[in-house]
Nanobody, 126 residues
Framework: QVQLVESGGGLLQAGATLRLSCVAS????????LGWFRQAPGKEREFLAV?????????YGDGPVKDRLVVNRDNINNRVYLWLNTVKPEDTAVYYC??????????????????WGQGTQVTVSS
């Protein structure tokens, strides 16, 4: 069983940089594609990005954050990171880390993810 625990987030001022971290346990992170999603109130869950197992490839979603988003990973420490710069109030959401154990490069579909973190709330004030 894989456990994912996100950290970071909280309350940010517009224009700040968001940094989130997710640590995976239960199996080596290199056996998992690790992705990030978010869900704002009243909206569907949105795919942000996924890092391939070896960390050499990152697939980014086509959403409004694509140009402000960086995702990478550290397989030695079983972590995946998300940086979102110049945050805006519309970035307010619960951010989730997810793991795909089947596909080396991951997927943009939340249906393909086997494990999910509990989520971390991010609130951006104007």
């Amino acid at each position: 069983q894989v456990q994912l625990v996100e950290s970071g987030g909280g309350l940010l001022q517009a224009g700040a940089t968001l940094r989130l971290s997710c640590v995976a346990s239960g199996r080596p992170a290199i056996t998992l594609a690790l992705g990030w999603f978010r869900q704002a109130p009243g909206k569907e869950r949105e795919f942000l990005a996924v890092s391939s197992r070896d960390g050499e490839s990152t697939l980014y979603g086509d959403g409004p954050v694509k140009d402000r988003l960086v995702v990478n990973r550290d397989n030695i420490n079983n972590r995946v990171y998300l940086w979102l710069n110049t945050v805006k109030p519309e970035d307010t959401a619960v951010y989730y880390c997810a793991a795909d154990a089947q596909r080396p490069y991951g997927s943009g579909s939340d249906a393909h993810y086997d494990y999910w973190g509990q989520g971390t709330q991010v609130t951006v004030s104007s």
